[in-house]
């Protein structure tokens, strides 16, 4: 039995303007700040003697990986990254970019935001593009009912409105 599995399908490369502000922000944080305060918090471990058993100095090597993962993601996400910072010429419709406000058959309303996928967070009510109800919704106007298909069962929402934030 193999333990292969294939790549995972690649996400949109869509991003508010926000979002992409977001990210760089986090870029510039962990490049000029962060990095180099855990490097001299290495040297200063390693000069405590032997590495084998120094805590401080393990804890602040995987400290740098894991920086330099997210570094290393965001030098190769950042320039394919697509902005979109205007609104759709059809501002009835749901496209990028839209707040949507949903209700179900019990009345009770909801609020989505389509983003992209680097910027999603379930606090606001950020869905992704490329999530299946965000695929549903796409090019939808007020007053159309809409089957989703989700993991947790089929749903009917209704879409109450549309608007987008400039």
Known sequence: MSRY????????????????????????????????EVVRAITAAAAE???????????????????????????RRLPELKVV???????RR????????????DDARRLYRI???????SGPGHISIDSPMARALLKKAVGDVVRIELPGGAS??????????P
Do not use: C, H, M
């Open 85 to 91: 910072s205007e609104a759709p010429s059809d501002r």
């Open 115 to 121: 983003v992209g996928p680097d910027e999603i967070d």
């Open 156 to 165: 009917e929402l209704e879409v109450l409105g549309v608007t987008y934030t």
């Open 94 to 105: 749901i496209y990028f970019g839209a707040q949507v406000e949903l209700a179900d058959a």
């Open 5 to 36: 599995r294939p790549p995972a399908e690649k996400s949109s490369a869509y991003i508010t303007a926000e979002g992409f502000e977001r990210l760089r922000a986090e870029y510039d944080q962990l490049w000029r700040v962060r990095r180099p």
């Open 49 to 75: 003697g032997d590495r084998s058993e120094n805590a401080e100095y393990i804890y602040r090597k995987k400290e740098l990986r894991e920086i330099d993962r997210r570094v290393g993601y965001l030098q």
